[in-house]
C-alpha cells in the first residue's frame, strides 16, 4: 500500500470516527430545535425551520433552572474540594517513602472499582440518620469519594514524571517542602490536574444514581429533572433534548477553556 493511500484510509477512519461519535449531539442538539410535528415524523426530517420554544419552556420551568444551578454549586466545590484535597496526596504518594503507602495507593484506586448501586442503600441510611437527605452537602461528599481517587491517581502520574532535580535544586536554595510543592510542582503539573479536574466535573454533571436516592424537591440535580419529564402518558422530546443540550453544554465549555493542559496531560509519559 502506497504512502498516499494509507493517509486516505488513515483520513478516512477519523472522518468516520469523528462523524460516529458527533452525531449523538447532532441529534439531540437538532431536536432540541425542532417543533412537536418534525421531531416525531418519520421518516426523520433532516430539512426544518428552528425554533427556541423547547428552550423557553425548560427555562420559564423554575424547576430546571434551579436544577441547573443546583448542580453547578455541587459540582464546583466537589471538583475545588476533589484538586485541593487530592494534590497534596498526590504528592505525598509521588515523593515520599512511608510505611503502607502501598496499601494506601490500593486503597484509593480500589473505591474506583465499587459499583455505586452496591453503596446505594448504605448511604442513604446514614445521609438519613445525619439528618442530611435533600442537602447539597450529602452529595459533595459522596461526589467526592469517587472524584478523590481520579485527582490522586492521574496527579501521582504527573508528579512522578517530574525531575527530582528540580526538587533539590530548590533545597539547596533554601526552600521548605510547601515552597517546593506551591513554586514547582503545582505550575509543572498543571497538565495533569487539569485533566483530573475536568473527569471530576464531568462525572459529578453526569451522575445520576445518587442524586435520585439522596434527593428529593429542594437540590434536585440537572439529570435527575431531565429524567422527571418522562411519564407514563407523553415523552416530551423536545424538552427532554433541550435540557440534555444545557446539561452538556457547561461540561464542553469547561473542556474548551482547559483543553491545551488537556492534552497534554492526557499525553504525560508517553515520550518517556
Not at 419552556?57 to 466537589?78: C, E, M, P, R
Not at 422530546?237 to 440534555?244: Q, S
Amino acid at each position: 500500500m502506497t504512502g498516499r493511500a494509507s493517509r486516505l484510509l488513515h483520513g478516512l477512519g477519523l472522518v468516520l470516527t469523528l462523524g460516529f461519535t458527533l452525531f449523538p449531539f447532532y441529534w439531540m442538539v437538532s431536536s432540541s430545535l425542532k417543533d412537536q410535528a418534525d421531531l416525531l415524523a418519520s421518516p426523520p426530517v433532516w430539512l426544518f425551520r428552528p425554533t427556541l420554544a423547547h428552550y423557553a419552556d425548560i427555562f420559564a420551568d423554575q424547576k430546571v433552572s434551579g436544577a441547573i444551578l443546583n448542580s453547578l454549586v455541587i459540582v464546583v466545590s466537589t471538583t475545588a474540594l476533589a484538586v485541593c484535597l487530592g494534590t497534596p496526596a498526590a504528592y505525598a504518594l509521588a515523593r515520599f517513602e512511608f510505611r503502607a503507602k502501598k496499601d494506601l495507593w490500593f486503597w484509593f484506586i480500589s473505591n474506583r472499582m465499587i459499583s455505586p448501586i452496591v453503596l446505594a442503600l448504605p448511604v442513604y441510611l446514614l445521609a438519613l440518620q445525619a439528618n442530611l437527605l435533600d442537602t447539597h452537602l450529602v452529595l459533595i461528599l459522596i461526589y467526592l469519594t469517587f472524584n478523590l481517587p481520579i485527582v490522586i491517581w492521574i496527579c501521582t502520574d504527573q508528579f512522578r514524571s517530574i525531575p527530582r532535580d528540580l526538587e533539590q535544586a530548590a533545597r539547596l536554595e533554601g526552600a521548605d517542602q510547601f515552597t517546593i510543592f506551591r513554586r514547582i510542582y503545582l505550575p509543572l503539573g498543571l497538565p495533569g490536574i487539569a485533566v483530573s479536574a475536568i473527569f471530576s466535573f464531568i462525572f459529578s454533571w453526569n451522575e445520576l444514581l445518587y442524586a435520585l436516592v439522596l434527593t428529593r424537591r429542594q437540590v434536585q440535580t440537572a439529570p435527575v429533572v431531565a429524567t422527571s419529564f418522562m411519564s407514563g402518558y407523553e415523552l416530551p422530546w423536545g424538552k427532554i433534548m433541550a435540557t440534555g443540550t444545557v446539561i452538556v453544554l457547561p461540561v464542553t465549555l469547561f473542556a474548551l477553556a482547559v483543553s491545551r493542559h488537556m492534552v497534554r496531560g492526557l499525553t504525560m509519559g508517553a515520550t518517556k
